[in-house]
């Protein structure tokens, strides 16, 4: 893990059909993860979805 202007970088390693949801919001406390912990705040900001898709 790095620090750039204040915010943390880090790495998610995904397998190949994994989904993952990623935290936008800042609140979760399984960072870099989404915990749903967006929707206390009723902001709007969702998580990002990132997967692997098998090329095959
Ligand atoms: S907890 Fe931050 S986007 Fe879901």
């Known amino acids: 893990m790095s620090q750039q202007k ?4 880090e790495e998610v390693m995904l397998q190949c059909g994994e989904k993952k949801a990623i935290c936008r919001c800042l609140k979760s406390k399984n960072m870099p993860f989404c915990d749903g912990s967006h929707r206390e705040e009723g902001e709007g900001i969702m998580p990002i979805i990132v997967f692997c898709e098998d090329s095959k």
């Open 6 to 9: 204040g915010h943390s970088k």
